[in-house]
C-alpha cells in the first residue's frame, strides 16, 4: 500500500498530539491505525455495494440470491455498526482532547497569574528596599546629629560645672 501524506487543521493537529502523547504512541501510527481501519471500512463497503449491484442485476436463482442478501444486509448492519462505533470513538476523542486543551490553558492562565503576582512582589520588594536605604541614611544622619547633641550637652555640662565652681569659689572669696 503506498503512503500518503494528508496536512491535518490546526483545529485536529494539536488535540492529535496530545492524544498520541496520552497514548504514549506516534502521531504516524495512530494516523497508520485509523487509516488502515478507513481503508478496510471502505473496501468492505465496495464490495458491498458490487455485490448488491450484482444482487439487484441477477433474477438467477431467486433463493441463493436472497440468502446472500440477507448476508449482506447482516454485514452492512455489521460494518455500520462497526462505523458508528468509530464515529463515537472518535466524538469521545475529541470530547477528550478538548478537556486536555481546557486543563492546558487552565494550567497556562495560572502560571501567567502566578508570573504577575511574582512581578508585582518583586516590584514592591524593591520599593521597600529602597525605602529601607533611605531610612537607614536618615538613621545615620539622627545618629550622627545625637552624637553632636550629646558632645554639646558635655560641653555646657563642664562649662556649667566649670561656672558654678568659679561661682562658688567666688561666693566664698567674698562675703557680704
Known amino acids: ?34 487509516n488502515e481501519k478507513e481503508q478496510n471500512l471502505f473496501q468492505s463497503l ?5 455485490i448488491t449491484d450484482l444482487v439487484a442485476n441477477s433474477k438467477k436463482k431467486i433463493i441463493d440470491l436472497e440468502q446472500v442478501r440477507l448476508n449482506l444486509e447482516t454485514e452492512k448492519l455489521s460494518l455500520q ?20 486543551e481546557n486543563k492546558v490553558n487552565l494550567e497556562d492562565r495560572s502560571n501567567n497569574d502566578l508570573k504577575s503576582k511574582i512581578e508585582t512582589i518583586e516590584t514592591e520588594n524593591q520599593k521597600l528596599k529602597y525605602e529601607i536605604q533611605e531610612m537607614e541614611k536618615e538613621l545615620e544622619i539622627s545618629r550622627y546629629k545625637l552624637i553632636k547633641a550629646e558632645e554639646k550637652k558635655s560641653e555646657v555640662s563642664k562649662k556649667i560645672d566649670e561656672l558654678t565652681r568659679e561661682a562658688d569659689s567666688f561666693e566664698d572669696g567674698q562675703e557680704w
Not at 483545529?11 to 504516524?28: G, H
Not at 465496495?46 to 458490487?50: A, I
Open 46 to 50: 465496495s464490495k458491498l455495494d458490487s
Open 81 to 100: 455498526s462497526k462505523l458508528s462505533t468509530l464515529e463515537s470513538d472518535n466524538l469521545l476523542l475529541k470530547e477528550n482532547l478538548k478537556n486536555l
Open 1 to 34: 500500500m503506498g503512503v500518503t501524506s494528508i496536512r491535518l487543521t490546526v483545529e485536529v493537529e494539536t488535540p492529535f498530539e496530545n492524544l498520541a502523547q496520552k497514548l504514549d504512541r506516534s502521531k504516524t501510527s495512530l494516523m497508520t491505525q485509523y
